[in-house]
Structure formats: C-alpha cells, structure tokens
C-alpha cells in the first residue's frame, strides 16, 4: 500500500512559478513510477509528468515539456513537480500517483487506469 500526500498548490499569475511536492509513503524505489497528473473543470484526468528509479525513466506531456520539471528525493520520500512559465490552462487540481511496476516493465505514463494509488489533490490556479 502506498500513501501520497500533496502539497503546495496555490494561485500563481501567468508566466509565474510553483513547485508542487509529495509525500510518498514508503515504497520499492526501484519497482514504482510515481507520476504528476491533472484535471480541470469538465476534462478528463491527463497525465503530465513521472520518473521511475531516480530518472531511469522520465516522462514529461507535450504540453509542458520545457517548462515543468519532475524529480524525486528517495532519502526523503519525495516526487516533486517544479513548474515554470505557468499559463492559464495548467489550472487544475493536480494529483501524484503510484503504480508498482512488475519486473522491468516499462511505466504507463499515460495510462490514469493503471495507476493504483492517488493522494487527494492539490489545487493550482493561474491568473491571466
């Protein structure tokens, strides 16, 4: 079982930054791809970064390549999502998740469905 708890959502004008951390319980370091997702009003759940391993694998979303940044701090049980150049359409409550992996398998980025473990969410409104 893994736990997630987010924090540091806010609101922010456009062009502003924000970095978004999360609490992760303890997990196989090796075996679990933690990811950034969000949803805003009315759209469905997209993903939009993750790392596995310390960076074996990263993934970032078309949409926020070159400005959002995801990292993780293993001796603090931490994924972090620094976002820059934050534009009016990257408001939504962003959740990070957990999926345990079985062998090498590669990380379902883009896949809401396979991700097993959710924290609450925290909210990031950007202001024109």
């Known amino acids: 079982q893994v736990q997630l708890v987010e924090s540091g959502g806010g609101s922010v004008q456009a062009g502003g930054s924000l970095t978004l951390s999360c609490a992760v319980s303890t997990y196989g370091y090796y075996s679990t791809c933690l990811a950034w997702f969000r949803q805003s009003s009315g759209k469905a759940r997209e993903g939009v970064a993750g790392i596995v391993n310390g960076g074996q694998d990263i993934y970032y979303a078309e949409f926020v390549k070159g400005r959002f940044t995801v990292s993780q701090d293993n001796a603090k049980n931490r994924l972090y999502l620094q976002m820059s150049g934050l534009k009016p359409e990257d408001t939504a409550m962003y959740y990070c998740?957990?999926?345990?992996?079985?062998?090498?398998?590669?990380?379902?980025?883009?896949?809401?469905?396979?991700?097993?473990?959710w924290g609450q969410g925290t909210q990031v409104t950007v202001t024109s």
């Open positions: 998740a957990a999926h345990v992996r079985s062998g090498g398998s590669r990380c379902p980025w883009e896949l809401t469905s396979e991700f097993n473990y």
